[in-house]
Every structure is written in structure tokens, then in C-alpha cells.
């Protein structure tokens, strides 16, 4: 089978590492309160555009160069791998589409986030949303994700196995199924495969 990978909220916890940041940056600079602690990425917050730019110019590159991978996501995705699959990183990271400077530096960060890692992957695709296009282009089987507002367009062209998170819990979809980590992945993979 052919297997997209979703780095951000698969390949990490971006999720409770965003929690973190946000509640220090909340309080470094005398905001107030989330609005919605369970809602997605930026969502959290009621803050304006000048407020959200500065949290993601503080927050973003160190979660790019900081965060870790999730239990087992290495370990699972050479065992995919072994087993035949052919394993497609696709993501939407902030800023990997341009052409400029930044853009070139936030893929080479990604590649090398993933190289210090061990993730290996047969392929990877710098997508802009919703990836469908990627998906296509790529005959994706399976696409690993998190996203609550890509998810319908996913199951259009492939299917999805969504990863559970906090902020994703309402989307019940046909060919979605949910996963609760890299061995509940792989089990249900191995089922897939079966069939």
C-alpha cells in the first residue's frame, strides 16, 4: 500500500506542545485566557492578526526544532516500510510552499527534523491545503492525518485514518477511521493489507 504521513499532530504532539507555548506566551505578554483550549491550531485564542504573527514568529520555529516525534512513529514506520509499504510524507507546514529563503529553510528543517529522527519515508511533498492534489498525484491508499478541516476533502480522494486528537474528536466520516497511535496504525494497516 501506498501510505501518506502527516507531520504536524501525526509525526508530533504539535498539539499539547502549542498548549504549552501558548499558556507561557499568554502570560509573558498579559493576554488573556484561551477561548476554546480544545480547538484547533490557532483557534484557541480570540487574539488579532499582529498578536498571532508574534506567537508564531516566538513559537514556531522552536517547535520546528525542538519537538519530538511520537511514541513508537519511528520504530512503526520502519517496520511499514520493511513490510513493502511505500511511505509518503505529506505536509502542510507553514511556509514549505514558498519560493524564497524561508521556504527553503523551513524544507530543509523538516528533512532534517526527520533525518535526526530516523523517520524514513520513500518520498516526501511540501502540500498546500487540502493535499488532495498530493494525494492523486501520489495514489495514496491511506492518508495518516489530524486535521478537523481537511478531513472531508481526504476521504473524497483516499482513505483516512484520523488521528485522534482534542480538537478533532466531532468528525465521524465514511472512509475514516480513527487511530490512537503508531501500533494502533500498524495493526490496523496489517487488517488493511489483509483484506
Request: glycine share 4%; net charge negative; with cysteine.
Amino acid at each position: 500500500m501506498r501510505i501518506g504521513i502527516d507531520i504536524d499532530g501525526v509525526l508530533t504532539d504539535e498539539d499539547n506542545y502549542r498548549l504549552e507555548k501558548t499558556a507561557k506566551f499568554i502570560y509573558e505578554n498579559d493576554l488573556e485566557d484561551m477561548i476554546d483550549p480544545y480547538n484547533y491550531e490557532h483557534y484557541k485564542c480570540n487574539w488579532d492578526p499582529v498578536i498571532k504573527q508574534k506567537f508564531k514568529t516566538d513559537y514556531f520555529l522552536d517547535y520546528c526544532e525542538n519537538v519530538k516525534p511520537r511514541l513508537f512513529a519511528s520504530e512503526v514506520i520502519k517496520k511499514l516500510h520493511d513490510d513493502g509499504h511505500t511511505i509518503v510524507i505529506i505536509t502542510g507546514r507553514y511556509k514549505t510552499t514558498e519560493d524564497s529563503p524561508i521556504g527553503e529553510s523551513m524544507r530543509k528543517g523538516v528533512v532534517d527534523w526527520l533525518s535526526k529522527y530516523q523517520i524514513i519515508y520513500d518520498k516526501i511533498c511540501f502540500a498546500k491545503m487540502p493535499k488532495t492534489k498530493e494525494l492523486v498525484e501520489n495514489r495514496i491508499d491511506i492518508m495518516i492525518d489530524d486535521s478537523p478541516v481537511i478531513a472531508k476533502d481526504i476521504v473524497e480522494v483516499c482513505k483516512l485514518y484520523l488521528f485522534d486528537n482534542r480538537y478533532n474528536q466531532n468528525i465521524i466520516l465514511d472512509h475514516m477511521e480513527r487511530v490512537f497511535g503508531f501500533y494502533d496504525i500498524y495493526r490496523k494497516i496489517e487488517k488493511e493489507a489483509e483484506r
